[in-house]
Protein backbone atom coordinates (compact mmCIF):
# COMPACT_ATOMS: atom_id res chain seq x y z
CA UNK A 1 0.00 0.00 0.00
CA UNK A 2 1.34 3.55 -0.62
CA UNK A 3 0.79 6.95 0.79
CA UNK A 4 1.91 10.14 -0.64
CA UNK A 5 2.65 12.94 1.52
CA UNK A 6 1.60 16.12 -0.77
CA UNK A 7 2.51 19.10 1.30
CA UNK A 8 5.77 21.97 1.83
CA UNK A 9 9.26 20.26 1.74
CA UNK A 10 9.61 21.30 5.46
CA UNK A 11 6.93 19.38 6.37
CA UNK A 12 8.39 16.22 5.01
CA UNK A 13 11.65 16.16 7.67
CA UNK A 14 8.47 16.37 10.04
CA UNK A 15 6.19 13.67 9.23
CA UNK A 16 9.52 11.11 7.34
CA UNK A 17 9.41 9.71 10.66
CA UNK A 18 5.89 10.14 12.53
CA UNK A 19 4.17 8.78 10.02
CA UNK A 20 5.49 5.45 9.43
CA UNK A 21 5.94 5.22 13.28
CA UNK A 22 2.00 6.11 13.75
CA UNK A 23 1.03 3.40 10.79
CA UNK A 24 3.12 0.87 12.50
CA UNK A 25 1.37 1.69 15.62
CA UNK A 26 -1.93 1.52 14.18
CA UNK A 27 -1.01 -2.06 12.60
CA UNK A 28 -0.73 -0.69 9.44
CA UNK A 29 1.96 -1.92 6.35
CA UNK A 30 2.31 1.08 4.41
CA UNK A 31 4.96 2.93 2.28
CA UNK A 32 5.02 6.88 2.73
CA UNK A 33 6.58 8.72 -0.16
CA UNK A 34 6.67 12.22 -1.52
CA UNK A 35 6.21 10.62 -4.92
CA UNK A 36 4.52 7.88 -6.78
CA UNK A 37 2.75 6.53 -9.92
CA UNK A 38 -0.55 8.55 -9.10
CA UNK A 39 -2.47 4.90 -10.72
CA UNK A 40 -0.94 3.01 -7.52
CA UNK A 41 -1.32 5.70 -4.64
CA UNK A 42 -4.02 4.49 -2.13
CA UNK A 43 -4.10 7.36 0.52
CA UNK A 44 -3.24 11.31 -0.30
CA UNK A 45 -1.71 12.81 3.02
CA UNK A 46 -2.55 16.77 2.27
CA UNK A 47 -1.54 20.12 2.73
CA UNK A 48 -4.10 22.34 0.76
CA UNK A 49 -1.00 24.83 -0.08
CA UNK A 50 0.45 21.87 -2.04
CA UNK A 51 0.62 22.13 -5.91
CA UNK A 52 -1.46 19.49 -6.46
CA UNK A 53 -4.97 20.47 -7.78
CA UNK A 54 -5.65 17.36 -10.24
CA UNK A 55 -6.60 14.48 -8.19
CA UNK A 56 -8.53 13.02 -11.85
CA UNK A 57 -4.87 10.32 -11.98
CA UNK A 58 -5.62 8.96 -8.59
CA UNK A 59 -8.07 6.55 -9.45
CA UNK A 60 -7.05 4.02 -6.99
CA UNK A 61 -6.69 6.37 -4.23
CA UNK A 62 -9.30 5.62 -1.41
CA UNK A 63 -9.07 9.33 0.42
CA UNK A 64 -7.22 12.53 0.12
CA UNK A 65 -6.23 13.24 4.53
CA UNK A 66 -5.93 16.94 4.89
CA UNK A 67 -3.24 18.06 7.32
CA UNK A 68 -5.49 21.14 7.79
CA UNK A 69 -8.67 21.86 9.82
CA UNK A 70 -10.03 23.99 6.87
CA UNK A 71 -10.78 22.98 3.41
CA UNK A 72 -11.62 25.80 1.27
CA UNK A 73 -8.91 25.17 -0.71
CA UNK A 74 -10.21 21.98 -1.16
CA UNK A 75 -13.18 21.26 -1.07
CA UNK A 76 -14.68 22.73 -4.69
CA UNK A 77 -12.61 21.33 -6.68
CA UNK A 78 -14.27 19.31 -9.76
CA UNK A 79 -11.33 16.61 -10.05
CA UNK A 80 -11.38 15.58 -6.10
CA UNK A 81 -13.73 12.71 -6.36
CA UNK A 82 -12.37 10.63 -3.01
CA UNK A 83 -13.69 11.27 0.19
CA UNK A 84 -11.91 13.86 1.61
CA UNK A 85 -11.50 14.24 5.16
CA UNK A 86 -10.36 17.09 7.47
CA UNK A 87 -7.45 17.31 10.71
CA UNK A 88 -9.08 17.23 13.75
CA UNK A 89 -5.74 16.83 15.87
CA UNK A 90 -5.77 16.63 19.60
CA UNK A 91 -2.49 18.84 19.52
CA UNK A 92 -4.38 21.14 16.91
CA UNK A 93 -7.19 21.67 19.70
CA UNK A 94 -5.10 22.16 22.78
CA UNK A 95 -3.27 25.17 20.68
CA UNK A 96 -6.14 26.72 19.72
CA UNK A 97 -7.68 26.95 23.20
CA UNK A 98 -4.68 28.16 24.73
CA UNK A 99 -4.95 30.64 22.51
CA UNK A 100 -8.18 31.75 22.75
CA UNK A 101 -8.42 31.40 26.61
CA UNK A 102 -5.39 33.36 26.77
CA UNK A 103 -6.09 36.53 24.75
CA UNK A 104 -9.62 36.66 26.33
CA UNK A 105 -8.17 36.44 30.03
CA UNK A 106 -6.16 39.43 28.41
CA UNK A 107 -8.58 41.21 27.26
CA UNK A 108 -10.75 40.36 30.22
CA UNK A 109 -8.63 41.28 32.94
CA UNK A 110 -7.16 44.34 31.32
CA UNK A 111 -3.96 43.36 30.90
CA UNK A 112 -2.34 45.71 28.28
CA UNK A 113 -2.57 48.68 30.09
CA UNK A 114 -0.16 47.24 32.60
CA UNK A 115 2.06 45.93 30.64
CA UNK A 116 2.46 48.91 28.31
CA UNK A 117 2.49 51.64 30.78
CA UNK A 118 4.75 54.33 29.35
CA UNK A 119 3.37 57.13 31.65
CA UNK A 120 3.59 55.32 34.58
CA UNK A 121 -0.23 55.44 35.73
CA UNK A 122 -1.16 54.28 38.83
CA UNK A 123 -4.82 52.93 37.97
CA UNK A 124 -6.23 50.43 40.71
CA UNK A 125 -9.54 49.70 39.18
CA UNK A 126 -10.22 45.98 39.58
CA UNK A 127 -11.42 44.03 36.49
CA UNK A 128 -15.18 42.04 37.07
CA UNK A 129 -15.07 38.48 37.79
CA UNK A 130 -15.33 36.03 34.76
CA UNK A 131 -19.02 34.98 35.63
CA UNK A 132 -19.55 38.65 34.82
CA UNK A 133 -17.99 38.86 31.64
CA UNK A 134 -20.57 37.26 28.63
CA UNK A 135 -18.46 35.47 26.13
CA UNK A 136 -19.60 34.36 22.70
CA UNK A 137 -18.48 31.90 20.11
CA UNK A 138 -19.45 31.53 17.13
CA UNK A 139 -19.21 28.12 15.18
CA UNK A 140 -19.31 25.05 17.36
CA UNK A 141 -17.45 22.43 15.96
CA UNK A 142 -14.48 20.53 17.40
CA UNK A 143 -12.51 23.69 18.11
CA UNK A 144 -15.61 25.88 19.15
CA UNK A 145 -16.72 23.36 21.56
CA UNK A 146 -13.25 22.48 23.41
CA UNK A 147 -13.08 26.94 23.81
CA UNK A 148 -16.02 27.04 24.68
CA UNK A 149 -16.05 24.69 27.43
CA UNK A 150 -12.56 25.76 28.58
CA UNK A 151 -13.92 29.39 29.28
CA UNK A 152 -16.89 27.67 31.11
CA UNK A 153 -14.77 26.73 33.14
CA UNK A 154 -13.22 29.21 34.24
CA UNK A 155 -16.42 30.66 35.01
CA UNK A 156 -17.39 32.73 32.06
CA UNK A 157 -20.88 32.46 30.65
CA UNK A 158 -20.15 31.13 27.35
CA UNK A 159 -22.70 31.26 24.32
CA UNK A 160 -22.74 29.05 21.87
CA UNK A 161 -23.78 29.84 18.16
CA UNK A 162 -23.90 27.25 15.34
CA UNK A 163 -25.08 27.35 11.48
CA UNK A 164 -26.72 24.23 11.97
CA UNK A 165 -29.02 23.31 14.83
CA UNK A 166 -27.08 21.64 17.89
CA UNK A 167 -27.66 20.76 21.46
CA UNK A 168 -27.20 23.68 23.79
CA UNK A 169 -26.34 26.04 20.94
CA UNK A 170 -28.03 29.06 19.70
CA UNK A 171 -28.70 28.65 15.75
CA UNK A 172 -30.17 30.19 12.73
CA UNK A 173 -30.38 34.21 12.24
CA UNK A 174 -32.35 35.41 15.00
CA UNK A 175 -30.05 33.06 17.18
CA UNK A 176 -27.20 35.04 15.86
CA UNK A 177 -28.66 38.22 16.76
CA UNK A 178 -29.10 36.36 20.59
CA UNK A 179 -25.88 35.91 20.37
CA UNK A 180 -24.29 39.04 19.36
CA UNK A 181 -26.50 41.14 21.75
CA UNK A 182 -24.92 39.86 24.67
CA UNK A 183 -21.00 39.41 23.58
CA UNK A 184 -18.90 41.25 25.63
CA UNK A 185 -16.05 39.07 24.21
CA UNK A 186 -16.44 37.36 20.62
CA UNK A 187 -14.80 34.61 19.28
CA UNK A 188 -14.90 33.60 15.83
CA UNK A 189 -14.31 30.20 15.16
CA UNK A 190 -16.52 29.36 11.83
CA UNK A 191 -15.16 27.73 9.02
CA UNK A 192 -14.88 29.77 5.70
CA UNK A 193 -17.83 28.91 3.48
CA UNK A 194 -20.11 31.27 1.17
CA UNK A 195 -22.49 31.35 4.07
CA UNK A 196 -20.08 32.62 6.59
CA UNK A 197 -17.91 34.90 4.75
CA UNK A 198 -18.38 38.09 5.94
CA UNK A 199 -20.71 37.01 8.73
CA UNK A 200 -19.03 40.00 10.98
CA UNK A 201 -20.33 43.20 9.16
CA UNK A 202 -21.59 46.49 9.70
CA UNK A 203 -25.03 45.23 10.32
CA UNK A 204 -23.89 42.62 12.91
CA UNK A 205 -20.94 44.70 14.50
CA UNK A 206 -23.48 47.10 15.27
CA UNK A 207 -25.42 44.20 17.07
CA UNK A 208 -22.07 43.74 19.96
CA UNK A 209 -22.07 45.65 22.91
CA UNK A 210 -20.04 48.96 22.91
CA UNK A 211 -16.47 48.31 23.76
CA UNK A 212 -16.82 44.73 22.86
CA UNK A 213 -13.98 42.97 21.86
CA UNK A 214 -13.49 40.60 18.58
CA UNK A 215 -10.84 37.53 18.50
CA UNK A 216 -10.54 35.78 15.17
CA UNK A 217 -8.79 33.00 15.30
CA UNK A 218 -10.51 31.19 12.32
CA UNK A 219 -10.87 32.69 9.19
CA UNK A 220 -10.06 36.26 8.03
CA UNK A 221 -13.41 36.10 5.41
CA UNK A 222 -15.13 35.62 8.31
CA UNK A 223 -14.74 39.88 8.63
CA UNK A 224 -15.32 42.22 6.54
CA UNK A 225 -12.48 44.57 7.14
CA UNK A 226 -13.59 47.78 6.37
CA UNK A 227 -16.73 47.97 8.50
CA UNK A 228 -14.09 46.25 11.79
CA UNK A 229 -12.06 49.23 11.25
CA UNK A 230 -14.70 51.81 11.11
CA UNK A 231 -16.29 49.77 14.23
CA UNK A 232 -12.84 50.10 15.77
CA UNK A 233 -12.52 53.80 15.01
CA UNK A 234 -16.14 54.94 16.15
CA UNK A 235 -15.16 52.82 19.67
CA UNK A 236 -18.31 50.63 19.40
CA UNK A 237 -15.38 47.85 19.22
CA UNK A 238 -13.07 48.37 21.96
CA UNK A 239 -10.51 46.09 20.20
CA UNK A 240 -9.86 42.84 17.69
CA UNK A 241 -7.07 40.12 18.12
CA UNK A 242 -6.67 38.56 14.76
CA UNK A 243 -4.54 35.86 14.07
CA UNK A 244 -5.89 35.18 10.01
CA UNK A 245 -6.55 37.50 7.44
CA UNK A 246 -7.63 37.27 3.61
CA UNK A 247 -4.15 38.08 2.23
CA UNK A 248 -1.66 36.04 4.35
CA UNK A 249 1.38 36.83 5.06
CA UNK A 250 -0.76 40.29 6.06
CA UNK A 251 0.64 43.14 3.49
CA UNK A 252 3.09 45.41 5.55
CA UNK A 253 0.56 48.57 5.00
CA UNK A 254 -2.24 47.18 5.87
CA UNK A 255 -4.28 49.32 8.06
CA UNK A 256 -4.50 46.65 11.19
CA UNK A 257 -0.72 46.86 11.53
CA UNK A 258 -0.53 50.18 12.57
CA UNK A 259 -4.42 50.55 14.30
CA UNK A 260 -3.95 51.12 18.03
CA UNK A 261 -7.07 48.78 18.40
CA UNK A 262 -5.76 45.80 16.74
CA UNK A 263 -3.78 42.95 17.71
CA UNK A 264 -2.35 40.91 14.59
CA UNK A 265 -0.84 37.56 15.47
CA UNK A 266 0.60 35.71 12.39
CA UNK A 267 -1.67 32.96 12.01
CA UNK A 268 -0.28 30.74 15.06
CA UNK A 269 -3.52 30.30 17.04
CA UNK A 270 -3.07 26.22 15.83
CA UNK A 271 -0.94 24.47 14.00
CA UNK A 272 -0.99 20.65 13.04
CA UNK A 273 1.47 18.87 15.01
CA UNK A 274 3.13 15.90 13.43
CA UNK A 275 3.59 13.61 16.75
CA UNK A 276 -0.22 13.65 17.26
CA UNK A 277 -1.50 14.61 13.49
CA UNK A 278 0.13 11.42 12.45
CA UNK A 279 -2.03 9.47 14.40
CA UNK A 280 -5.00 11.08 13.11
CA UNK A 281 -3.68 9.82 9.85
CA UNK A 282 -3.34 6.65 10.68
CA UNK A 283 -6.50 5.63 12.16
CA UNK A 284 -8.26 6.84 9.19
CA UNK A 285 -5.78 4.57 6.83
CA UNK A 286 -6.39 1.59 9.51
CA UNK A 287 -10.16 2.45 8.78
CA UNK A 288 -10.11 2.69 5.55
CA UNK A 289 -8.44 -0.83 5.10
CA UNK A 290 -10.73 -2.45 7.51
CA UNK A 291 -13.87 -0.94 5.35
CA UNK A 292 -14.62 0.99 8.38
CA UNK A 293 -15.97 4.73 8.15
CA UNK A 294 -13.58 7.17 8.23
CA UNK A 295 -12.88 10.05 10.83
CA UNK A 296 -13.96 13.74 9.64
CA UNK A 297 -15.48 13.32 6.48
CA UNK A 298 -16.00 16.69 4.85
CA UNK A 299 -19.26 17.12 3.57
CA UNK A 300 -19.07 18.64 0.19
CA UNK A 301 -22.53 20.72 0.22
CA UNK A 302 -21.79 22.13 4.14
CA UNK A 303 -18.05 22.82 3.01
CA UNK A 304 -16.73 21.53 6.03
Known amino acids: MTTVLFAAPALWAEYETELPKALAEAGVAAHVVTMADPAEVDYIVYAPSSPLQ ?103 PVTGWSRTPKPGCLHGEAGLRQALATAQILVLLLPKTPQTENIL ?69 ADTRAHSAARVIAENIRRGEAGEPFLHLVDRVRGY
Not at 70 to 94: A, K, S
Not at 143 to 150: N, P
Open 54 to 156: DFAPYVRTKAVLSLWAGVERIVNNPTLTQPLCRMVDPGLTEGMVEWVVGHTLRHHLGMDRHIVNPGHIWDPTCPPLARERPVTVLGMGALGSACAAALRGLNF
Open 201 to 269: NAETLALLPHGAVVLNPGRGALIDDAALLAALESGHVGHATLDVFRVEPLPSDHPYWSHPRVTVTPHIA
